[in-house]
């Protein structure tokens, strides 16, 4: 405490204003990975507990919050806790429930423009949306195995029923997401192509999934964004989960 006595007075003034700014203790950023129940805790705070009015949601521009959305949209808090075979399929698929919840929270919470019609925070809506896909793929798989699991007769028809809505209902979701590419002009163009990009590897492993799945609608989408797109690398990006779903239609 002597040194400060030697601090000019408008030094010592920034110093304790500094101090002053620390994060929620609803962050747990003790931590490496978040567990589902961490990344709840921050996305209940961050819908309900910032003052919308006055404080921004924890974006990259922010050195104080920087490192929170980093943790919200790293997907390796999905493979430490959902994809981990040594855990029971029960257990990973009401975790995965909650990641998912949580990711389509928080995706519409950073859905928000500003008075240009630009998105407040383009780049972490990009990468949300990266988890959102990845989480809601992860999810719908466990799901997926457990109903196998837990038939008497996996190759019961309704047992295929039941799988069969499950990847057509995530196919569609994909395809919701897929959509959002028409906001072009609303995103910045790193956060457009860091969007694209990640939709492509997410289609990549999709595909792998569910490779005999109906992509007819998806492939639409995709001839239609063609006709609303500029950006020549999110062309190539759609382009190329076109030839993907369906070699012979490009």
Same mark, same amino acid.
């Given at each position: 405490?002597?040194?400060?006595?030697?601090?000019?007075?408008?030094?010592?003034?920034?110093?304790?204003?500094?101090?002053?700014?620390?994060?929620?203790?609803?962050?747990?950023?003790?931590?490496?990975?978040?567990?589902?129940?961490?990344?709840?805790?921050?996305?209940?705070?961050?819908?309900?507990?910032?003052?919308?009015? /006055?404080?921004?949601?924890?974006?990259?521009?922010?050195?104080?919050?920087?490192?929170?959305?980093?943790?919200?949209?790293?997907?390796?808090?999905?493979?430490?806790?959902?994809?981990?075979?040594?855990?029971?399929?029960?257990?990973?698929?009401?975790?995965?429930?909650?990641?998912?919840?949580?990711?389509?929270?928080?995706?519409?919470?950073?859905?928000?423009?500003?008075?240009?019609?630009?998105?407040?925070?383009?780049?972490?809506?990009?990468?949300?949306?990266?988890?959102?896909?990845?989480?809601?793929?992860?999810?719908?798989?466990?799901?997926?195995?457990?109903?196998?699991?837990?038939?008497?007769?996996?190759?019961?028809?309704?047992?295929?029923?039941?799988?069969?809505?499950?990847?057509?209902?995530?196919?569609?979701?994909?395809?919701?997401?897929?959509?959002?590419?028409?906001?072009? /002009?609303?995103?910045?163009?790193?956060?457009?192509?860091?969007?694209?990009?990640?939709?492509?590897?997410?289609?990549?492993?999709?595909?792998?999934?569910?490779?005999?799945?109906?992509?007819?609608?998806?492939?639409?989408?995709?001839?239609?964004?063609?006709?609303?797109?500029?950006?020549? /690398?999110?062309?190539?990006?759609?382009?190329?989960?076109?030839?993907?779903?369906?070699?012979?239609?490009?």
């Amino acid at each position: 405490m002597i040194i400060l006595r030697f601090i000019p007075f408008l030094s010592l003034l920034i110093l304790l204003t500094n101090c002053g700014e620390k994060l929620t203790d609803r962050y747990h950023m003790d931590k490496a990975l978040w567990e589902a129940e961490d990344y709840e805790a921050a996305v209940k705070y961050i819908r309900f507990g910032l003052n919308s009015l /006055e404080e921004d949601l924890p974006n990259y521009a922010d050195p104080l919050t920087a490192p929170v959305i980093a943790k919200l949209v790293n997907t390796e808090n999905i493979n430490a806790f959902l994809e981990d075979d040594a855990l029971g399929l029960q257990f990973r698929q009401e975790k995965g429930e909650k990641y998912f919840r949580q990711a389509q929270a928080l995706w519409e919470k950073y859905n928000v423009r500003n008075s240009q019609d630009k998105f407040v925070y383009p780049l972490e809506l990009a990468k949300i949306t990266n988890f959102l896909l990845y989480a809601q793929r992860v999810y719908f798989a466990n799901g997926n195995q457990l109903i196998k699991k837990e038939a008497v007769n996996p190759d019961d028809a309704t047992v295929r029923k039941y799988i069969q809505q499950n990847e057509s209902a995530l196919i569609s979701n994909y395809e919701n997401m897929l959509e959002f590419l028409r906001h072009e /002009e609303a995103f910045s163009q790193e956060a457009f192509k860091t969007l694209a990009f990640s939709m492509e590897q997410n289609y990549q492993q999709l595909k792998q999934d569910i490779p005999n799945g109906n992509y007819t609608r998806t492939i639409a989408i995709i001839d239609g964004l063609h006709k609303k797109i500029n950006s020549k /690398e999110v062309l190539e990006a759609i382009q190329n989960i076109k030839a993907n779903l369906n070699p012979k239609a490009v």
